[in-house]
């Protein structure tokens, strides 16, 4: 009786959209007990996130073992590096464009010495801690089991280069290590599978307190801000990068409705993190290479956060223009340069966006910081829109750089956009300089089976 009526359950994505609605509706009925339910939100991310983790070391580590070749692993990560660079150069271009042609902080008139540092003394302390040089050395963990234990991506996935490069090279003595590493991978995307279950729960907690806690009328004041910022996020996401798509022979809204649980989960949580296993596991199905996805798509996570370089530049002229401090070509050059630094390995931090901001902020030392308070209200609110963007951003990266190293199935890609039958699986179509490890093909959960509880 039980498991039919789970069968005849809506799918994931469906459940996950009607807890976001019912967070919202919840939260306007009683704002107080609203706010309580934020441990729900918090609870699913962290039994997600507590995963992450070691799903990206063992994909990274199996990507690099079975590729073979050392020379490829950094060729594949070279074009993802210069992929990143540029296209979030073009989103940190994008938002001063914008913040020029929309003026949303025009007329404001802000005294910065009215605004509440204490507000955002904590994003403030974090940010001051961002500087190049501790960016650098937060990517080398303490130890061994220090990148696990905090659960950031970039120290993992520098640990699982290394590792899989070791392994590469150590040929058939090593092929029982990646067959071992490989299938604990599947039992990991396994334990995501029943986890995913929860995910409508913690869309509605996570909704029901932001709406609680800041309310519909804290976006009012500084709407003009957030309507422009969605704006420039969908067109970039549907000029840019669908442009992208387009050249590679991929329609956007068909690739945009096959991450559909991805992203209204990413919507729900305000948070990219907890779609990361299934965005890996359906790009892989869509007939992306896993050696090669599972190297970008992490990497992605730390280098290509679009969504924050939108919002960066956006925010620092929105700043200038409400506290009436004009900004030279030659600072706004400055600020986009330093941009390129700031909004770097902020995925695994609190308010990732916010503290971005304030480093920005303190490292150009033209704009009061204390200005940043005029964001807090609103800042939750934007963090939907950076979180969708640069998810969508990073799903794209996987299949340009699959793309660009002729390790991309598009017929199979096409078949699962259309939700058509897969066809039978081609070679390899990346010539390999060396004999790469070859194992029997491990079993993935099929993605579209886990939208249904």
């Not at 509706?25 to 704002?31: H, N, R, S, Y």
């Not at 210069?82 to 902080?105: K, R, S």
């Not at 422009?228 to 840019?240: A, K, S």
Request: proline share 5%.
């Amino acid at each position: 009786m039980a498991s039919a009526i789970f069968r005849r359950m809506p799918p994931l994505y469906v459940q996950v959209l009607i807890g976001v609605v019912l967070g919202a509706l919840f939260a306007l009925v009683d704002a107080q007990a609203a706010v309580q339910l934020k441990v729900l939100g918090d609870a699913f991310i962290k039994l997600i996130k507590m995963l992450v983790a070691p799903v990206v070391f063992a994909t990274v580590v199996v990507g690099i073992a079975r590729m073979g070749d050392v020379k490829a692993v950094g060729r594949v990560g070279a074009k993802a590096l210069l992929y990143f660079e540029v296209v979030t150069t073009l989103a940190l271009l994008i938002g001063i464009l914008v913040a020029h042609l929309m003026q949303p902080g025009a007329g404001m008139h802000v005294d910065p010495r009215s605004l509440d540092l204490n507000a955002v003394a904590g994003y403030a302390k974090v940010a001051a801690e961002q500087s190049l040089k501790e960016f650098f050395l937060h990517i080398i963990p303490e130890t061994l089991v220090g990148a696990f234990v905090h659960g950031e991506i970039l120290p993992v996935v520098f640990l699982a280069v290394l590792f899989g490069m070791a392994l590469a090279q150590g040929g058939d003595r090593v092929r029982g290590l990646v067959d071992v590493i490989d299938q604990c991978l599947t039992t990991l995307f396994s334990i995501i599978g029943y986890l995913m279950k929860f995910a409508p729960l913690g869309a509605f907690g996570a909704i029901a307190f932001t709406v609680g806690k800041y309310g519909i009328g804290s976006l009012a004041s500084l709407g003009y801000l957030m309507l422009t910022f969605y704006v420039t996020c969908i067109l970039f996401i549907g000029l840019v990068l669908g442009g992208i798509l387009q050249a590679c022979g991929i329609n956007l809204f068909k690739f945009l409705a096959y991450l559909k649980t991805e992203l209204l989960i990413t919507l729900g949580t305000a948070s990219a993190e907890p779609a990361l296993p299934g965005l890996l596991q359906k790009l892989e199905k869509a007939g992306c290479k896993k050696e090669v996805v599972g190297l970008v798509i992490p990497t992605g996570y730390a280098f290509n956060l679009d969504g924050v370089c939108i919002y960066l530049t956006m925010s620092v002229l929105f700043i200038a223009q409400a506290t009436d401090t004009p900004l030279t070509l030659m600072q706004q050059l400055t600020i986009l340069g330093i941009g390129l630094f700031t909004s770097k390995g902020m995925s695994g931090v609190p308010g990732g966006g916010f503290v971005a901001l304030a480093a920005t902020l303190s490292a150009v030392q033209v704009l009061p910081l204390s200005a940043i308070a005029l964001l807090v209200g609103i800042d939750r609110f934007m963090g939907e829109a950076r979180a969708l963007t640069s998810i969508i951003g990073n799903a794209v990266a996987g299949v340009v750089i699959a793309k660009w190293e002729g390790s991309l199935d598009l017929e199979r890609m096409h078949a699962a956009l259309e939700r058509r039958p897969e066809p039978e699986l081609k070679p390899d179509a990346t010539p390999s300089t060396s004999a790469p490890l070859s194992a029997p093909t491990t079993s993935r959960l099929d993605p579209d089976a886990l939208p249904r509880s």
